[in-house]
């Protein structure tokens, strides 16, 4: 790897943590700040904070053992453990993105639905996909070629990144119209009232939500995408082999991609939930 690759990723690994940490530090110390949906930003962020602690980090310490080609004592490892908390950073954004889908779309089942065993039921399930695919992962590794091995996985792998991604366009395209909708109904009987009443004022309804919305989805649409291109390579390349695989010219980006995915959401909390903004500022 060369060095510019070591100083972003150790830069962004801190970046990582340190917001990371912070959140569930600031949720736990506040009793006001423990509800439904914190608990699954809380699952979120310790997903995210454990991605910045390892997939870097891990990387290093197997590089300056000898490598991290197959071979290589921990080279296996290292992947196990990255993959285990990157999927269960997704999964958990995709139960928080089901979770606030509920919310805005359907608010008479949310009340009903959405109980707290219900978020810890999305949680555990969140976790334990992410630990299914790592064990189906090791189980294949030690009764398949590499070849084989390869392939099977990048099938798992892009059906879970298929899934990942439909399932965050349908809940951010579905909340954005119903946002759209309530918006452009308030501003119609504003206009009406501003007519009928001179002089009233109304306050704008605040987009910076549904703008920071859009970037954590976007930003994680991009990284699945990466992945999804380095999966269709491995797979169609006829016989990879332990030292080189298709996507290996992609890691150089891949890794830090992924790591600054787990840094932007602590940033979209402090912009866009009310409750931990209030915190933040003291209220």
């Known amino acids: 790897m060369e ?26 110390s506040q009793s006001r700040l423990r509800t439904k949906t914190n608990a699954l930003i809380v699952s979120l962020a310790v997903a995210d904070f454990c991605v910045g602690a390892f997939a870097v980090p891990s990387l290093f310490v197997c590089h300056i053992r000898g490598g991290c080609n197959w071979p290589q004592p921990y080279a296996s490892w290292v992947d196990f453990i990255r993959w285990l908390f990157v999927y269960a950073s997704k999964m958990n954004l ?9 919310a805005v779309v359907k608010p008479l089942k949310y009340v009903t639905f959405m109980t707290a065993r219900r978020v810890t039921q999305l949680t555990y399930f969140s976790w334990l996909i992410a630990l299914g695919y790592v064990i189906f992962s090791v189980i294949m590794v030690l009764n398949l070629t590499f070849s084989s091995y390869i392939m099977v996985l990048s099938v798992c792998s892009t059906v879970l990144e298929i899934f990942f991604s439909c399932m965050l366009i349908f809940c ?16 119609i009987l504003a206009k009406q009232l501003r007519f009928n009443h001179r002089g009233l004022t109304f306050q704008k309804y605040d987009k910076s939500a549904v703008v920071m919305l859009a970037a954590v989805v976007g930003f ?8 999804m291109r380095c999966d269709f390579l491995e797979f169609f390349v006829k016989h990879p082999t332990q030292h080189s695989t298709p996507c290996k010219s992609d890691f150089a980006y891949k890794i830090p991609m992924l790591v600054l995915n787990s840094a932007i959401n602590p940033l979209a909390y402090a912009f866009f939930k009310g409750d931990i903004k209030r915190a933040l500022k003291g209220k």
């Open 3 to 28: 060095t510019w690759f070591w100083i972003l990723g150790w830069i962004l690994s801190i970046l990582t943590i340190a917001g990371n940490g912070f959140t569930v530090l600031l949720v736990g």
């Open 172 to 187: 951010f395209i579905s909340m954005v119209t119903v946002v759209y909708k309530q918006t452009r109904s308030s501003a």
């Open 94 to 102: 995709c139960s928080l993105a089901l979770y606030r889908y509920m």
């Open 220 to 227: 994680a649409l991009v990284c699945s995408a990466i992945s």
